[in-house]
């Protein structure tokens, strides 16, 4: 019985590209630093946007290490993986829009130059990693959960500089709020691709099996 489920290829460990793993690694690493130096500006500035994408990078750096740690186990895990990191991406989403109403009940206007330059930061960085990953991005639900975060994360960073000189401009918190409500709706609509996917790879993995 056991010879013939490990002869499907939910039994066997996948062939790791080694370029992969170091692109994972790099990012996971860039992403931690990023995490503990939006999180200080978005106390010192008072931007929800802000906060919310240092709350992503903290996630991703959580998804990264993930992805490490199943690259080499079988389908199942993977996709079971897939299935947590899309649950991860879709209470970041709600957190922040929880966050953006409760700021907008608040009334606090955002400090726009310390958004303006750490988001460009983050977008060099984001940039980078999204960069080193594209070429993976056809791949399972666990590379295909790691495209998205990185793509998501570029496009929240000009998102919160747009924020910054909207605020500049207006004065009012609103930029930043808008900001952060795309934001969240941003990471719902990639959990919900990224359970769609993993949920067929799982539930294509154990008939597999059978």
Request: aromatic content about 10%; proline content about 2%; glycine content about 10%.
């Amino acid at each position: 019985m056991s010879a013939s489920c490990c002869s499907h290829s939910n039994c066997s460990s996948p062939v790791v590209d080694p370029r992969y793993r170091k692109a994972l690694w790099a990012a996971l690493f860039l992403n931690a630093i990023m995490f503990v130096v939006e999180l200080g500006a978005s106390w010192t500035s008072g931007s929800v946007s802000l906060m919310a994408d240092s709350i992503d990078f903290f996630g991703d750096a959580a998804n990264y290490g993930i992805s490490l740690a199943v690259l080499t186990m079988a389908a199942s895990a993977r996709s079971k993986a897939a299935l947590f990191k899309a649950a991860s991406m879709g209470g970041f989403g709600v957190f922040v829009l929880g966050k953006a109403v409760y700021n907008l009940q608040a009334g606090v206007t955002p400090e726009p130059i310390t958004m303006g330059a750490v988001g460009l930061a983050a977008l060099a960085v984001n940039a980078g990693v999204a960069l080193m990953l594209y070429r993976f991005r056809t791949g399972d639900a666990n590379m295909r959960s790691v495209w998205i975060c990185s793509r998501n994360d570029a496009i929240g960073n000009v998102a919160v500089m747009l924020a910054a000189v909207g605020v500049f401009g207006t004065g009012t918190a609103w930029p930043d709020l808008l900001v952060a409500g795309v934001m969240g709706v941003l990471a719902l609509a990639g959990a919900w691709s990224v359970f769609q996917q993993a949920r067929a790879e799982l539930r294509g993995s154990l008939a597999a099996a059978y």
